[in-house]
């Protein structure tokens, strides 16, 4: 089966540090764009952390430039998103999910192989 399943997720106190997995299954990661983005409650879905195929474009939401990166591991099929500095406010549903043809940044709409996603809770 094709399919993307995302791990790492989990209650973290502010000031914390996480590492999220996202582990691809029944095709290769390489040449795809891929991208982390994120669901809170009451929210829109928002780009977190993209990066192009080639890896050598990237996208940060504003909000979480300089304490999120994204990588991926190609020997082990795997992208992830290290999160470090957390804050209540990146409390959400993570997802992780791939795309392709014109680079667009974090563009949802651009990405069309999703995750399940994994919870991250942020609180003291």
């Known amino acids: 089966q094709v399919q993307l399943v995302e791990s790492g997720g989990g209650l973290v106190q502010p000031g914390g540090s996480l590492r999220l997995s996202c582990a691809a299954s029944?095709?290769?990661?390489?040449?795809?764009?891929i991208g982390w983005f994120r669901q809170a409650p009451g929210k829109e879905r928002e780009g977190v952390a993209c990066?192009?195929?080639?890896?050598?474009?990237?996208y940060f939401a504003d909000s979480v430039k300089g304490r999120f990166a994204i990588s991926r591991d190609s020997s082990k099929n795997t992208v992830y998103l290290q999160m470090n500095s957390l804050k209540p406010e990146d409390t959400a549903v993570y997802y992780c999910?791939?795309?392709?043809?014109?680079?667009?940044?974090?563009?949802?709409?651009?990405?069309?192989?999703w995750g399940q996603g994994t919870q991250v809770t942020v609180s003291s």
């Open positions: 999910a791939t795309g392709g043809l014109v680079w667009t940044g974090c563009a949802s709409r651009r990405f069309d192989r």
């Open positions: 990066m192009s195929s080639s890896g050598v474009f990237t």
């Open positions: 029944g095709f290769t990661l390489t040449g795809y764009h």
